[in-house]
C-alpha cells in the first residue's frame, strides 16, 4: 500500500460544478495533513493546510477523517482557474517536521 | 521577493556529465528539501536536512548527493547524470515545530534538468 495515495483523476467539470478528491495515508500517526496545488511546468503551491476539526478557505474545504485515514478536499462554485493538479501532503513520520510524502495527484479540468 | 531561490531555472547537461542545482532561502527555516519530480508524477523526496543533519530516503540512487554549507544554502550534486535523471528538481523549507505554520513546504520554482 502506497504511503499517501489519491484518484489520479483527471476530473472534468463545468464551471460552477461542486468536485471533490479524497487522499489516504498509511500511518496512523501522521501528524500534519495539507492540500498543494499545482500548476503545469510549475512549482507546487499550497492551497490549504488540514485540521482536525475541518476547515474552509472561501470556496475551498478540507476535512479529516482519522478513523478512516483520509483528508478531503471539496472545491465548490468551480472555476476555470481551478484547472490544475491537486496534491496531497502528508507528514507521515508523525514528528514535528518529518517526512513529508506526496500523493500522485489529482488532476481537476474545469471547462466552460 | 523571492524566498527559495533556485539556480539554475533550466540545466541542459551531456551524459555522465556532472551537475550542481543550488537552493538558497531567505526564510530562515531550519528544514531544507530536495525533491526530484517527472511528468505527471508527484515530487519524490530525495533527502533532506534538518538544520545540519543529514536524512537520505532509502531509495535515493549513491548518484546523488547534497551539500549543505549553511542554513540559507543548500547544493544537489548528480554526479553522473542519466537519462532517467531528467527531470524537475524542487527544493522545498520547512519550519520546524507544531505551531501554525510548521511543516509548510515553500517551494522555489524549481530546476528543469535535461540529460543530451
Known amino acids: 500500500r502506497k504511503e499517501v495515495e489519491q484518484d489520479p483523476g483527471p476530473f472534468n467539470v463545468p464551471e460552477g460544478a461542486t468536485v471533490a478528491f479524497n487522499c489516504t495515508y498509511s500511518n496512523s500517526a501522521s501528524q500534519s495533513f495539507f492540500w498543494y496545488r499545482q500548476d503545469c511546468r510549475k512549482e507546487p503551491k499550497l492551497l490549504m493546510s488540514v485540521y482536525s476539526s475541518g476547515n474552509e478557505d472561501g470556496r475551498f474545504t478540507a476535512q479529516l477523517n482519522r478513523a478512516s485515514q483520509y483528508i478531503s478536499l471539496l472545491i465548490r462554485d468551480s472555476k476555470l482557474s481551478d484547472s490544475a493538479t491537486y496534491l496531497c501532503v502528508v507528514n507521515i513520520g508523525g514528528t514535528s517536521y518529518g517526512k513529508l510524502t506526496f500523493g500522485q495527484g489529482t488532476i481537476l479540468t474545469v471547462h466552460p | 521577493d523571492a524566498m527559495v531561490i533556485q539556480n539554475p531555472r533550466y540545466q541542459v547537461t551531456q551524459f555522465g556529465k556532472p551537475v550542481t542545482l543550488s537552493c538558497s532561502q531567505t526564510?530562515?527555516?531550519?528544514?531544507m528539501y530536495w525533491y526530484q519530480q517527472k511528468s505527471s508524477q508527484a515530487p519524490k523526496l530525495l533527502f533532506h536536512y534538518y538544520d545540519k543533519d543529514f536524512n537520505n530516503e532509502a531509495d535515493t540512487p549513491d548518484n546523488f548527493q547534497s551539500r549543505r554549507p549553511n542554513t540559507s544554502f543548500c547544493f544537489l550534486d548528480i554526479r553522473s547524470p542519466g537519462l532517467g535523471d531528467a527531470a524537475m528538481y524542487l527544493c522545498?523549507?520547512?519550519?520546524?515545530?507544531?505551531?501554525?505554520?510548521?511543516?509548510?513546504?515553500?517551494f522555489g520554482a524549481g530546476s528543469r534538468l535535461t540529460v543530451l
Open positions: 522545498a523549507t520547512s519550519r520546524l515545530g507544531r505551531i501554525s505554520g510548521a511543516n509548510v513546504l515553500t
Open positions: 526564510l530562515n527555516h531550519n528544514v
